[in-house]
């Protein structure tokens, strides 16, 4: 509920592949403990540019991906898309350097929230 910042009136997407605990905490137990909406898009393969078409034709409130997904959506340059119901984004897993940090927010205006790995954290 406070990693995720997550409320009955949100939509949350999340990239990871069903294989991933990721998938599990914050796909299915997280958003419906919270009475969130979860959003499936099948994606076999990440593509920023779906992945920011998608951002900018849903109604999502809330996007989690992994670092990598992060890196490469900055890199495809989401400067000129249209987040409208977008409010907050977040990641986990390995840590994600700075640079992505700075550009996404001059790209999009939001800032991304990191939180340690949800696998990693199981063992705590």
């Known amino acids: 509920r406070y990693f995720m910042n997550l409320t009955p009136s949100d939509i949350m997407w999340n990239t990871s592949d069903t294989g991933w605990a990721k998938s599990g905490w914050g796909s299915v137990f997280a958003p419906w403990i919270c009475g969130s909406c979860v959003f499936v898009h099948n994606m076999p393969q990440f593509k920023p540019e779906v992945a920011a078409e998608t951002l900018s034709r849903y109604p999502i409130t809330t996007f989690c991906t992994a ?8 890199q495809h340059d989401v400067s000129s898309c249209k987040f409208l119901s977008l409010k907050y984004c977040l990641t986990a897993g390995e840590a994600l350097n700075p640079e992505v940090f ?19 954290t199981v063992s705590l």
Do not use: C, N, S
């Not at 670092?67 to 900055?74: E, I, S, Y």
């Not at 700075?102 to 990693?120: F, P, S």
């Open 102 to 120: 700075a550009k996404w927010k001059i790209q999009t205006g939001m800032d991304i929230h990191e939180g340690y790995g949800q696998t990693e």
């Open 67 to 74: 670092p990598t997904a992060f890196r490469m959506l900055v």
